[in-house]
């Protein structure tokens, strides 16, 4: 099991920037896809964005070309560059392992403000 928290969020206006965290404990976090999801108020929970074990990464159209998402193996984190931030990308943000789900964290939570 992988042991996940996330951090970095909070309250940014429009076109402004925020760089999140995610902490997973265990060794086996370098052997894994990992990915960020959110869930923005009275809405089901979206995927944002993975990155391979070798740091490839994937992008919901949302947010491509505004967010960066990376890893560093040897730190057992993973990161959310966001920039250029919209209203809808009010969110609580959660990372997890899409290849095997593990219990979610508490998130962190990215208000952005018009």
């Known amino acids: 099991q992988v042991h996940l928290v996330e951090s970095g969020g909070g309250m940014v206006q429009a076109g402004g920037s925020l760089r999140l965290s995610c902490a997973a404990s265990?060794?086996?976090?370098?052997?894994?896809?990992m990915a960020w999801y959110r869930q923005a108020p009275g809405k089901q929970r979206e995927h944002v964005a993975t990155?391979?074990?070798?740091?490839?990464?994937t992008y919901a159209d949302s947010v491509k070309g505004r967010f960066t998402i990376s890893r560093d193996n040897a730190k057992n984190t993973m990161y959310l560059q966001m920039n250029d931030l919209k209203t809808e990308d009010t969110a609580v943000y959660y990372c997890?392992?899409?290849?095997?789900?593990?219990?979610w964290g508490g998130g962190t939570l990215v208000t952005v403000s018009s």
């Open positions: 997890n392992v899409p290849d095997h789900l593990q219990p």
């Open positions: 265990g060794r086996t976090f370098r052997i894994y896809r």
């Open positions: 990155v391979s074990v070798s740091n490839s990464p």
